[in-house]
T-cell receptor, first 119, second 112 residues
Framework: DTGVSQDPRHKITKRGQNVTFRCDPI?????LYWYRQTLGQGPEFLTYFQNEAQLEKSRLLSDRFSAERPKGSFSTLEIQRTEQGDSAMYLC?????????????????FGEGSRLTVL | KQEVTQIPAALSVPEGENLVLNCSFT??????LQWFRQDPGKGLTSLLLIQSSQREQTSGRLNASLDKSSGRSTLYIAASQPGDSATYLC???????????FGTGTQLKVEL
């Protein structure tokens, strides 16, 4: 399977615990995105990386959230001291950009998501 | 800030009908617009990508049009099938943004 993969698919945790999600993008894609989706809503942008550089973070990404992409390949999203309001589906997507334009050359491809439930 | 609205929010039709799903966005300075499908509890599957310079794109029974100046896109599904049942999301990408902004989607049910 050469698509975007996310792990774990489901995570149940108690309030106050830390959780970490991993995303492996499509191998030739240099751009990686994290989105969050709650029930009945569309995905909301959290952050994105171009190679290993984190270029933008949403105001939704509080101090308890941190994302990394250390070698420009896989990425992790960590949530510290989880709260019940963090319960959501966390989606990862990847895309390729043009060498000169820096813009996405095609579609964003999403993974199956990591569903977080905070009790 | 870009805002995306999708109408209708939900739709239930008998098999075989031709459907039109509407998407409107407030900021017309978009680079492209993408349509996705999402099955319950699953990730998003890309259906069509329309560049800002294009008026429409077709893939099988799907046709998406874009009227950038009026801030509208339409997804047309021909001869609907029960397997088309899912939530359909549109998402424009801003020129200055490098990210997609999503609507809340249209939940489609196609019945036998």
């Amino acid at each position: 399977d050469t698509g975007v993969s996310q792990d774990p698919r489901h995570k149940i945790t108690k309030r106050g615990q830390n959780v970490t999600f991993r995303c492996d993008p499509i191998s030739e894609h240099n751009r990686l995105y994290w989105y969050r989706q709650t029930l009945g809503q569309g995905p909301e942008f959290l952050t994105y990386f171009q190679n290993e550089a984190q270029l933008e973070k949403s105001r939704l990404l509080s101090d308890r959230f941190s994302a990394e992409r250390p070698k420009g390949s896989f990425s992790t999203l960590e949530i510290q001291r989880t709260e019940q309001g963090d319960s959501a589906m966390y989606l990862c997507a990847s895309s390729a950009t043009g060498r000169t334009s820096g813009r996405n050359t095609g579609e964003l491809f999403f993974g199956e998501g990591s569903r977080l439930t905070v009790l | 800030k870009q805002e995306v609205t999708q109408i209708p929010a939900a739709l239930s039709v008998p098999e075989g009908e031709n459907l039109v799903l509407n998407c409107s966005f407030t900021d017309s300075a978009i680079y492209n617009l993408q349509w996705f499908r999402q099955d319950p509890g699953k990730g998003l599957t890309s259906l069509l990508l329309i560049q800002s310079s294009q008026r429409e794109q077709t893939s099988g029974r799907l046709n998406a049009s874009l009227d950038k100046s009026s801030g509208r896109s339409t997804l047309y599904i021909a001869a609907s099938q029960p397997g088309d049942s899912a939530t359909y999301l549109c998402a424009p990408e801003q020129w200055g943004g490098n990210k997609l902004t999503f609507g809340t989607g249209t939940q489609l049910k196609v019945e036998l």
